[in-house]
């Protein structure tokens, strides 16, 4: 099966008054990369929580947001945070007195300081990690979901555009035996023209001619060119984590397509590469959407 590196999974586990909502968004990404935004009371289970999305992820920028609700309230304790606040107090005193401002902060503003109060949560941390993996596994099911149905259609086009390709390689196979012939009359005809009533060196003319169709012989480009593209079609049927494989196929057989383009100087030819290059620049755009 084939995925997609781009998709969007949510997935929400409740019990005993507490809900726990796990969001996961990817993009391409050249690796595995995981941006995790984890509320503390979860900071535990955070290590397996990445050897989960890893296991199922083989690459991609993941953006992971979790929410978590406590309903019973009876299990929260608040208590003050005193070094803290002793250290505001304190540096409110030096700046009452530097510069002579009435040193009079009431509660509400105390009371938005950062850390100045406790906050702790009385969770029974089996609950918490089993809702937690709960919404985790809700989510990577949707996502891979999303992925793979993503994954199917940027496998069809690209499997089309392989059929493209081939095609022109067809074209670029017959025309290849055509060009020698054509530049061996041109020779011929010209030859003729410049030297008039001298007559024709036939051996230098033929070693002309050899000189000309090795010089310009593509058939180990057309044959590596042919092998890559069934690569690209097995890989493809085999699906798994293909991307970077299919990006190396790719960039192989544009290295084939170019050398191609340097050998031939026939314009018809030069027209295929152009075509071909165009095709795999596609299927390139394609690959680097897939897992």
Do not use: W
């Not at 493809?236 to 790719?250: D, P, Q």
């Amino acid at each position: 099966m084939v995925r997609s590196m781009t998709g969007f999974g949510k997935g929400i586990a409740e019990g005993e008054n507490r809900e726990v909502t796990v969001e996961l968004k990817t993009v391409n990404h050249r690796y595995l990369d995981i941006n995790l935004r984890m509320p503390r009371v979860f900071s535990v289970c955070e290590d397996e929580f990445r050897k989960r999305i890893q296991s199922s992820i083989a690459r991609g920028h993941v953006d992971v947001y979790i929410v978590y609700q406590n309903n019973a309230q009876n299990q929260l304790t608040v208590t003050l945070n005193e070094p803290v606040a002793e250290a505001y107090k304190s540096a409110f005193q030096s700046l009452s007195e530097k510069f002579q401002v009435e040193n009079n902060p009431d509660l509400a503003i105390l009371s938005a300081i950062d850390n100045i109060f406790i906050i702790q949560e009385s969770d029974d941390e089996e609950v918490l990690e089993r809702l937690l993996f709960s919404a985790l596994d809700q989510a990577l099911l949707v996502l891979s979901e999303m992925k793979e149905k993503e994954g199917n259609f940027l496998a069809r086009d690209i499997l089309k555009r392989c059929n493209n390709v081939e095609e022109m390689i067809e074209s670029i196979e017959k025309r290849s035996p055509v060009v020698v012939d054509e530049y061996r009359k041109k020779l011929e005809q010209r030859l003729k023209e410049l030297l008039k009533n001298t007559d024709l060196d036939d051996t230098r003319f033929q070693t002309e001619i050899a000189y000309f169709a090795d010089r310009s012989n593509i058939t180990e480009e057309i044959i590596r060119l042919r092998s890559h593209l069934k690569q690209m079609k097995d890989t493809i049927a085999n699906g798994g984590s293909i991307g970077r494989k299919l990006e190396f196929i790719v960039q192989e057989m544009n290295r084939e397509t170019n050398t191609i383009g340097s050998k031939s100087a026939d314009v018809l030819i030069s027209s295929y590469v152009v075509e071909l290059k165009s095709e795999l620049e596609k299927i390139r755009e394609q690959v680097q959407n897939i897992e």
